[in-house]
């Protein structure tokens, strides 16, 4: 898939976070991956602004925007959290919470801020994760992934990224954070969403989808 000769597909994330993992979750399909840093389209003003109201919107525009700048086949994701006690949010704005110039760190802080005194059970919360493989040519494909847990009162372990230390996994009874990456891609919204686009890949129509870019 996508072998020797053929044109290499762009991981189109500029979260460092995101990026190590998708790259681990494609690793199984030995695709020739170029990331948005290689292609030079990291960040600086060429970032399309994320203004669907919905992850499958988003995740659609980024992958678009990134295949049609780079004439690859591009894939994105976009994901969140989503918190009961916040009816669902931060949901789709999970990366701009609190506004911007917070850090992954200081959005933690802000959501157990926000749910200090909550009981347990207005504390469950969900990652949903939106990947996407768009061609040049405008065609898109989307999988969606859900992992189900709970936001802790405290932060707890150094891995992941994002909301990971304070994202509490019940099956395992650790967080995100605590969790060597292959564990937790096993069992992620990011580990399922990718698992069925992998599954897309190997598939006849996944091949044609490729042919066709
Ligand atoms: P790109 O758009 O460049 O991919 P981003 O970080 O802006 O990067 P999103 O808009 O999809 O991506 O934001 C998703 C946010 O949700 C992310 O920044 C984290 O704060 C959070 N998030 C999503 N998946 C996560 C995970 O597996 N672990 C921890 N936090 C996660």
Redesign the pocket.
Known sequence: MSGPGSPPILI????P??AR?ITGLLAPLRLDIVTLRDRGLARSGD?PE?TGATYEE?ARG?GLHYAQRSGLVAI??????EVDALDGKPG?L??R?GGPGLD?AA?RRLLLETLAGMPDERRAAR?V?VAVIAAPDGRAQAFRGVCEGRILRAARGTG?????PV?FYPPFNAT?AELPEER?NGV???GQAFRALAAFLGSGEGRRFLEGA
């Open positions: 189109a994330t500029s979260n976070g995101k993992e970032v994320e988003n980024k994105a994701d976009d994901s969140g959290i789709p999970s990366a919470y992954d959005r990652y994760a992941g990224f994002g909301y990971d994202f995100f937790k992620s919204h990011r």
